[in-house]
């Protein structure tokens, strides 16, 4: 103890009458280290002096404008799988390791997805509308089994996504950073780049790819035209990877037939948002990974990791910086 | 051709204007059959002469009316996987051989159960409510691995509801006519009379038991009372296995959380039914097991069997009268 503790800083919401305001199991680590507990108004002046910070608050862009403090930063851990909202040039430039969350969301996203494709699929949709005026409209609905979907993200979150519609009978195929066959859990992965000369050939589409140069904008208006009439958009990867105007025209317009979201642009999604008012959509509110337990699991995740440092053992979901995202073993290529 | 020819009416339905007014396919039974055409206004002197009768019209109950004049029916092929609506007295003392649709409707009604729990778990219901507000909410959800089933129903469609169920990490329970352990698809299958018992031990419920004299108002008040808070009852057999007047009680007072049902007591649902205004409900209008070319699937099956029937050779699927439903080798106990 004393001297020698390492100081270990929690980046926490600035409501602190929030229930989730400091995480669970700090007590944990506080006999082997200084927990100090600050906010995005004070961080400029709690991250001098830190060896470690833990963003509880993970979408928090509070850390950029206090940087030039950070005079002793080793380690950086985020409450999220993606860091895209972290990710900035100074960071990457410096020495400080990056972790993040992956695995805690993989399968509650899978679900999510699977649920979206057949409620798609079976037209709840159209039984929520129905209901609204009491109307019994009997409609044929659609298999799943045989349905074919092509997964963008090669990651953890789509791998579990491919597992798990594969198990129902989906044909998937994913799309990544490098075309290849063989694939533990696609078989064929294309090139994320030729996206718009494959994407025709798929009933489902799923952007599960981080945020980062290669995928902004990467579903843009050319790609959406291209799509087979009547395809459904699920996006639980991050907004700024779909071009959203190009994507309400192409659902006002065809040729796609439903998006299923729970990522936006904009978040929370602007009122004025054309997609709030479009039939042929279904908006989630960033939730697609939340289940029950959720912020429990991520703080355990943070405590495992930060007994893993101070013991001096190799973290766990180290990020790639340069790419913004862990590499995974299988993924790599 | 001539004389020896057999008899096979089609019971279509009323309205000859209607797309699906004659099954497709019947041309490669009319060399072989005289094929007569008949609804439910003129199935009285068509009957008589006839040896056998396709109800395409699957819910008329006009043969019952008719019966005395079929003076030498043999077979009754239903385009249907329920036979309840058909079996009269007169028809269960004859030695007229029954036969159902069982098999189309399996897969189809497995993706339909699956949708709705993943739906209700994911709460999307909550999505398209919070639409119309255009209102952003982050909520927790639910995870569907790990979460427990009891599929009531151990024929064709409740097995193909566990195995799907299963390939998604849901654990499943069988309730069937007996209790017996060591089911292929199930494990331990419990015997629905004791249902009441055993229903608070499991996150979703499932119906999917055909209508007879032992599952009329299977799922009566008890029942209902005794499931554990924040259920999910989904029915995808016959409205009347369930109690309604109780189910609305349950889902406005407690103990169950959710409904989805494709099923009712009457159908259309009236108008003046709860059932429309409750929020926690999915009404769809008994079409789980409808997918685009499911009365393709209908015709050929029917085909198929009145090709046999005109070689001498067995049916398939015939429905054991008594029980009201096809004995499958795995469910036979």
């Known amino acids: 103890m004393s001297e020698s503790r390492q100081v270990i800083t929690v980046l926490r919401p600035a409501d602190p009458e929030s229930p989730h305001s400091i995480p ?12 100090r507990l600050t906010d995005a108004e004070h961080i400029a002046g709690d991250i001098a002096g830190s060896d470690a910070l833990f963003l509880w608050d993970f979408f928090s862009g509070a850390l950029q404008e206090a940087w030039p403090a950070a005079d002793r930063l080793k380690w950086i851990h985020v409450a999220a799988a993606g860091v895209d909202t972290l990710l900035f040039d100074e960071l990457r430039a410096s020495d400080v390791t990056v972790t993040n969350s992956q695995g805690i969301f993989d399968r509650p996203i899978a679900e999510w997805v699977l649920g979206a494709i057949l409620a798609e699929a079976k037209d709840f949709h159209g039984n929520f509308r129905l209901k609204t005026t009491k109307t019994w409209d009997h409609r044929e609905t659609t298999r799943v089994q045989g349905a074919t979907a092509i997964v963008i993200g090669t990651g953890a979150i789509g791998r579990e996504i491919a597992r798990l519609l594969t198990s129902v009978g989906v044909n998937v195929t994913g799309a990544g950073r490098t075309a290849r066959e063989n694939d533990e859990d696609f078989g064929v992965v294309v090139a994320s ?6 994407v025709g050939g798929y009933d489902i589409i799923v952007n599960a790819a981080p945020l980062t140069a290669a995928t902004v904008g990467l579903i843009g208006a050319t790609t959406l035209a291209a799509v087979k009439p009547g395809a459904h958009l699920i996006n639980i990867g991050r907004g700024a990877s779909v071009d959203e105007n190009a994507l309400i025209t192409a659902l006002r317009e065809g040729p796609l037939g439903f998006a299923s979201l729970d990522v936006f642009e904009e978040e929370p999604l602007p009122q004025d948002s054309a997609l709030w008012e479009l039939e042929n959509v279904m908006i989630a509110s960033h939730m697609s990974g939340d289940v029950h337990g959720w912020r429990d699991s991520l703080a355990e995740l943070f405590i495992d990791n930060a007994q893993r440092w101070l013991d001096g053992k190799s973290l766990f979901n180290v990020v790639d910086k340069d790419r913004g995202y862990v590499p995974g073993k299988r993924s790599a290529s």
Chains 1, 2 share one sequence.
């Not at 669970?24 to 927990?35: K, R």
């Not at 780049?193 to 494959?198: A, I, K, N, R, V």
Request: aromatic share 0%.
């Open 24 to 35: 669970p199991g700090l007590d944990q680590i506080s006999d082997s280290a200084e927990v």
């Open 193 to 198: 780049e030729d996206l718009e000369e494959h």
